[in-house]
């Protein structure tokens, strides 16, 4: 089973922007899905994004397109956060991993087998 660690998040001021990574360790994930997720106190868990490790592409969830952005570099993938608002903080998480990458994967968090500890992210107004 792979592991996966976050690390980037932090304090910032509303419109500022933060990178997110994960370091994934274990076996090859590159025929799979690797997933962005959050969780915001008293809220369900949001699948935020996901990039697809085979072709290359990726999805966003209507609340974070145009502002995030998913990228992977080796076992490193990323997510680059900017012009952050006060609802956006949250812990985030990454998780791998899913046969496809879309609204209907990221949706369905129990299908991700691999999560990490998450990474905290607060914004202030």
């Known amino acids: 089973q792979v592991k996966l660690v976050e690390s980037g998040g932090g304090l910032v001021q509303s419109g500022e922007s933060l990178t997110l990574s994960c370091i994934a360790s274990?076996?090859?994930?590159?025929?799979?899905?690797i997933g962005w997720f959050r969780q915001a106190p008293g809220k369900e868990r949001e699948g935020l994004s996901c990039r697809d490790l085979r072709a290359g592409g990726a999805f966003y969830a209507d609340s974070v397109k145009g502002r995030f952005t998913i990228s992977r570099e080796k076992n490193m993938v990323y997510l680059q956060m900017t012009s952050l608002k006060p609802e956006d903080p949250a812990v985030y998480y990454c998780?791998?991993?899913?046969?496809?990458?879309?609204?209907?994967?990221?949706?369905?968090?129990?299908?991700?087998?691999?999560w990490g500890q998450g990474t905290q992210v607060t914004v202030s107004s």
């Open positions: 998780a791998t991993p899913h046969p496809s990458c879309d609204a209907a994967a990221v949706s369905k968090r129990g299908d991700w087998e691999s």
């Open positions: 274990g076996p090859p994930q590159h025929l799979y899905a």
